[in-house]
């Protein structure tokens, strides 16, 4: 999108001969090994947050800075056939994350703490919260931003269908929300 947006159209592709497809721990691990061949990554938080305190590491645009709108980065995605067969799952599902995303948005520090005490990690709280608070963190199962992406991924030729609207992504209990 970036290079399309400097380019033009044409110009979409033209770093794809320089282009690796790794995860984002993957990437991570190589941009911050000097011996590795990988020089850049385009990140989400917390990865984003943790290359950045590497003094090698900065920053050349973000996604604010290509998107007019911000951009929810965590979408779950299931098929149609399971959304239909298991409705009360699916809400139960949505209802935990709306309440997660609450309680995050509520006391971040609360949540690091949580988040350290059940996952293991070795960060500290600080470094934790510096991820909550990174800018594009936003903790919400309402989706922002998904239909300029979607529409880029039809245009280059990514995804067959391009949708018109942001509600022809999702599901009824979605799209009864206030997103983009």
């Known amino acids: 999108m970036a290079l399309e947006k400097l380019y033009g159209e044409e110009g979409r592709t033209k770093l794809d001969s320089q282009t690796v497809q790794l995860s984002h721990s993957d990437s991570l691990q190589a941009l911050l090994n000097p011996q590795h061949e990988v020089n850049s990554h385009f990140s989400t938080p917390p990865y984003s947050v943790l290359e950045l305190r590497d003094s090698r590491v900065h920053k050349v645009f ?46 971040k520090r609360a949540a690091a703490e949580l988040y350290l005490r059940v996952s293991g990690d070795k960060l500290s709280v600080d470094e934790v919260l510096q991820v909550l608070d990174a800018k594009g ?44």
Not at 154 to 178: C, M, N, S, V
């Open 137 to 180: 963190s936003i903790f919400s199962a309402t989706p922002q931003g998904t239909l300029p992406v979607v529409q880029f991924m039809h245009r280059a030729g990514i995804i067959p269908i391009g949708p018109e609207k942001w509600e022809d992504l999702y599901f009824p209990e979605i799209t009864a929300r206030q997103g983009s």
């Open 62 to 107: 973000d996604s604010a800075e290509l998107s007019e709108t911000p951009l929810v980065s965590n979408i779950m995605f299931t098929t149609t056939a399971y959304h239909d067969s298991n409705p009360v799952a699916v809400k139960a599902l949505i209802a935990a994350l709306d309440e997660a995303n609450e309680f995050i948005n509520k006391d």
